[in-house]
């Protein structure tokens, strides 16, 4: 399919070797300070934002949306720049499963322990691991922080069993210290306005934040449209994606725009619901 996606031939080769691709100043400086400025005195966002303890006490808090609104958030999700380079990795048309916001506060921001994204999803009634989540740095991220790290090339191992540890589900511990004796761990750090695209089947995790520096990020996760949940879940099935320009990321700030979001519910989550079982 054609697109104005961002990647060349070679990066959506990488993705599909390695699992991730990044690119640098998917957002500009601008951009991304009013992305910043926006999150940060979000009281809504705020409000219903929820944590997630790391099983040692620690926590991550975040907050999640399915449909992608008319304000900065919004047209982020929906820009060409983002949806179209997705559509490149994907091969499909794109539609918005949900995004979130993670906010990893200096000192105090839990880890996320090793996981796939599918290993959740699939529980949600998802058939195919034809999904692709955009992790764009609000702020800096550094091994210091807590930055996202990946097992490059776990996404061609397929989906491994996924139990709770503490609030998060988690990839079978046993496995993981075995892939990790094969694969390449890559710390994946970003500069502000920085993305990282990757793979619902790669594993990926991060530490805790012992650093001064907050670790917000912006992730916008991405279903093929032939990939239609089977059955309803707490994250939409297909629902046709309208794209924007990509200066109206831009003028949603200038406008004032606000985000008129359908804030989720962790009690609704249906796919955490589907792991409990599991739980060792």
Avoid at 6 to 34: A, C, M, R, W
Wanted: charged content about 25%; hydrophobic content about 35%.
């Amino acid at each position: 399919m054609k697109t104005s996606g961002k990647f060349t031939p070679q990066q959506i080769s990488d993705y599909h070797k390695d699992g991730y691709v990044i690119l640098k100043g998917l957002l500009n400086q601008q951009e991304v300070e009013n992305l910043r400025d926006r999150a940060k005195s979000d009281r809504e966002m705020d409000s219903h934002s929820f944590q997630r303890d790391d099983g040692t006490g620690a926590k991550v808090r975040l907050s999640l949306w399915n449909h992608p609104g008319n304000g900065i958030y919004g047209m982020i999700a929906r820009s060409h720049k983002v949806v179209d380079s997705v559509e490149q990795l994907l091969e499909d048309e794109a539609y918005h499963y949900h995004s979130k916001m993670i906010m990893k506060e200096a000192k105090v921001g839990g880890a996320w322990a090793w996981h796939q994204d599918y290993g959740y999803w699939y529980e949600n009634g998802v058939l195919f691991p034809d999904l692709c989540s955009v992790f764009i740095a609000v702020d800096a991220a550094t091994v210091e922080n807590g930055c996202l790290q990946v097992l490059k090339g776990s996404h061609k191992l397929g989906r491994i069993n996924h139990v709770l540890t503490g609030d998060q589900a988690g990839a079978d511990l046993d496995r993981v210290e075995e892939i990790k004796k094969r694969l390449e761990l890559v710390h994946v750090e970003l500069g502000k306005g920085d993305a990282v695209f990757f793979h619902s089947n790669l594993l990926h995790r991060s530490d805790r934040n012992n650093s001064e520096n907050p670790r917000w990020a912006m992730i916008c996760c991405y279903n093929a449209k032939s990939n239609n949940p089977y059955k309803e879940s707490h994250h939409p099935q297909y629902t046709p994606l309208v794209k924007v320009p990509d200066s109206a990321i831009l003028e949603a700030a200038q406008n004032a725009e606000v985000d008129s979001e359908s804030w989720l519910d962790v009690n609704s989550d249906s796919s955490a619901k589907g792991l409990e079982k599991n739980r060792n």
